[in-house]
Nanobody, 114 residues
Framework: QVQVVESGGGLAQPGGSLRLSCAASGSISNAYTMAWYRQGPGKQRELVARLYRGGSTKYADSVLGRFTISTDNAKNTIYLQMNSLQPEDTAVYYC????????WGQGTLVIVSS
């Protein structure tokens, strides 16, 4: 079973940027979907961005135009570029891969604060 590990979280100022990475232990080229979810303080986990096998994407309205999901299949890595960060983006961000199995990462914490 493929495992994934997120990295790249940390403290950012409002208006700043971060890039999250999700490194998979095996190939993700045949995954049905690859996605980032987040769970903010006192909130339910929500979808942030999803990349489908055919290349189409889906974004939460709250991040549309600010966040971009991408992959590097050669590196088996999924990225989430986050620009124009806002305090409301503070959350634990989780990587999710749907292939022959459903795989979740352990999460990486993003804090947006001045």
């Amino acid at each position: 079973q493929v495992q994934v590990v997120e990295s790249g979280g940390g403290l950012a100022q409002p208006g700043g940027s971060l890039r999250l990475s999700c490194a998979a232990s095996g190939s993700i080229s045949n995954a049905y979907t690859m996605a980032w979810y987040r769970q903010g303080p006192g909130k339910q986990r929500e979808l942030v961005a999803r990349l489908y096998r055919g290349g189409s994407t889906k974004y939460a309205d709250s991040v549309l135009g600010r966040f971009t999901i991408s992959t590097d299949n050669a590196k088996n890595t999924i990225y989430l570029q986050m620009n124009s960060l806002q305090p409301e983006d503070t959350a634990v961000y989780y990587c999710h891969v749907l292939a022959s199995d459903e795989v979740w990462g352990q999460g990486t914490l993003v804090i947006v604060s001045s």
